[in-house]
Nanobody, 118 residues
Framework: QVQLVESGGGLVQAGASLRLSCTAS????????MGWYRQAPGKQRELVAH???????NYADSVKGRFTISRDNPKNTVYLQMNSLKPEDTAVYYC????????????WGQGTQVTVSS
């Protein structure tokens, strides 16, 4: 059993920065890739960034150069550093982790709201 708990969302102005955190607990050794997805009202859920257990990263084109995903393995935590935020970044951001032994088994955090005003 794995639990993911997110924090760090908030209301900021365009151009500001936020850092989202997601801490895993439970059977942390079951986690492989971790990532962040986001969903705005009325829109599809979309990938923001992934980071593998070997620290290989992947980003959506819309956030490349602005967002950075990282892992702190001793703390069992994944971060999303969000710089130069834009109004179109407004969404609920969800932390995600894949099961090491079954990649179709996905763990999700509860989501944290990010709102960027113009």
């Amino acid at each position: 059993q794995v639990q993911l708990v997110e924090s760090g969302g908030g209301l900021v102005q365009a151009g500001a920065s936020l850092r989202l955190s997601c801490t895993a607990s439970g059977n942390i050794f079951s986690i492989n890739t971790m990532g962040w997805y986001r969903q705005a009202p009325g829109k599809q859920r979309e990938l923001v960034a992934h980071i593998t257990s070997g620290n290989t990263t992947n980003y959506a084109d819309s956030v490349k150069g602005r967002f950075t995903i990282s892992r702190d393995n001793p703390k069992n935590t994944v971060y999303l550093q969000m710089n130069s935020l834009k109004p179109e970044d407004t969404a609920v951001y969800y932390c995600m982790g894949t099961n090491k032994y079954n990649p179709f088994l996905v763990y999700w955090g509860q989501g944290t709201q990010v709102t960027v005003s113009s």
